[in-house]
């Protein structure tokens, strides 16, 4: 056995999973509170530490202390399941991003899976397990209506997720997201191909496909984490708090935190996919080659140029969040299944025939 | 009568969603970088900062005795602010003055007086109905205690929050 493989990739979960992404969801909360005070005129909570930063420890205590209540009229196994169904999908997706170039050697991957995309779809999906467990092990009509809402929320939207990302798996024939970074980092961003073979009239017509693939993907990434516009599943004006009424103390802090964790690593995979992943702009300190070792100041710049990202991208969710009003149920619906669904299929032929009138062997 | 109000036609590009949340992106980013630029002033941060200085002669605090200005007690006793406190919240047990004593003829003052901060509400009653203008509601509002005893004002407290205040007391007055 490889032990100094398995060795690596337990330092790679430790360190990305535990000491980067779970102080990140963390800190994504206190952003969403102080970023939302500041949108509405308020100050938000500073009181804790330096700039209220320490506010998500004090609330992490508290949910610890809480009283853990299980109401008796739930199912207690899946009731106790749903949590963990939430929570661990979502970090679990965290295992095929590419969080940078190479540090002492290791590639900045936990898993290099040649099927990065579909890894993260199968087992993202698994979290509405989690909703609607917790919905009908609550045995109780809100939670209930919520799980329903989220279900079907959920499936609608994976679809136009899953199709949206065909376009740009077709233009760069691969299923890796390491190489498909790699790729941008050279070539340009997929949203921004303005170096390498991107600059030329074949890149640049193929980025406007690629930016409706970002349009659909990113609305079904808020869909699909459940955030504003798209929180039916929760939404406090209708059903309390939709599918975790029942639940609290740290139960349903798992709740909240997996939610935080989905949208950081939506967001990680959209940075990923669309915006370069760990890769600055215009080829600046790229590696030539995956065999190429990297400096270590180098390596720890992209492993933050990654993470600067990723915050930027989160803070783009919580402007949102303040500012878009809930969807109503039907218009949802009607924009999941009538345009989003349309838009992505007709996306994906519309590459198909740019890649093929521009290929570059044809006389265009 | 019912009257149908027709929605409006919207125009492809209000239709297409994308334009309404730039906009909208555009007034909380205005509203978050006004805060973030502390170009909008937002509140007082209240333990650093206070208000204290602008409080009006009139403000309503804490209920407290007043001595007058040679450090004696107003207060006589009769009782009229705990006849008259809404909550009952103030309880006087007054004590017969000796009649050896100077002013015997006051007859009657406070051997205890206690005001349940628990239980008063600030309404400034027992200030208007107090005949030797003994009691003032003064600027303390800032009334804690960790237990319900705690909470209640006795004599010594009162006095301490009180002080001392000019001002015409009949109880002094050897005509009266």
Known sequence: ?????????????????????LPLVAMAVWAERRVSAAIQDRVGPNRVGPMGLLQPVADGIKFLLKEDFTPAHVRKTFFWLAPTLVMVPA??????????????????VIADLDVGPLFIFAVASLTVYGIVLAGWSSNSKYPFLGGVRSSSQMISYEISLGLSVVPLIMLYGDLNLG????????????????????????????????FISFVVFTTAMFAETNRLPFDLPECETELVAGYHTEYSSMKFALFFLGEYAAMIVGSGLCVTLFLGGWSLP????????????????????????FFAKVIAFILFFIVIRWTLP??????????????????????????????????????A | MSKIVQRPKLKWSERLYLPAIFGGMKVTLRHFFAILTRKKKVTMQYPEEKWDAHLPN???????????????????????CEFICPP???TIHPEEIASDEKWAKVEKRPKTFEIDMARCIYCGLCQEVCPEQAIF????????????????HDKKRLYELGQTMDGLVHKWNELK
């Open chain 1, 282 to 305: 215009f080829g600046w300190l790229t590696p030539a080659d995956t065999a190429v070792d990297v400096p270590f100041w180098q390596g720890l710049i992209h492993i933050g140029v």
């Open chain 2, 137 to 152: 509601l003064r600027k303390d509002y800032v009334v804690v205690g960790h237990s319900r005893e705690e909470m209640v």
């Open chain 1, 179 to 210: 190489h498909i970074v790699r790729e941008q980092a050279h070539n340009g961003w997929t949203l921004l191909p303005l170096w390498g073979e991107g600059l030329s009239v074949r890149g640049l017509i193929l980025a406007i496909p690629m």
């Open chain 1, 1 to 21: 056995m490889d032990w100094h493989l398995l060795i690596a990739a337990g330092v790679k979960i430790v360190v990305f999973v535990f000491l980067l992404t």
């Open chain 2, 88 to 90: 009952r919240a103030i």
């Open chain 2, 58 to 80: 009139h403000y309503r605090g804490a209920p407290t005795l007043v001595m007058d200005e040679h450090g004696r007690e107003r207060c006589v006793a009769c009782q009229l």
């Open chain 1, 91 to 108: 970090l679990l997706t965290s295992a095929v991003l590419p969080f940078g170039t190479k540090l002492f050697g290791e590639p900045m």
């Open chain 1, 326 to 363: 809930r969807f109503r149920y039907d218009q949802l619906m009607k924009l999941g299944w009538i345009y989003f669904f349309e838009i992505a299929v007709l996306n994906i032929i519309l590459t198909a025939v740019l890649m093929w009138l521009l290929a570059p062997g044809s006389a």
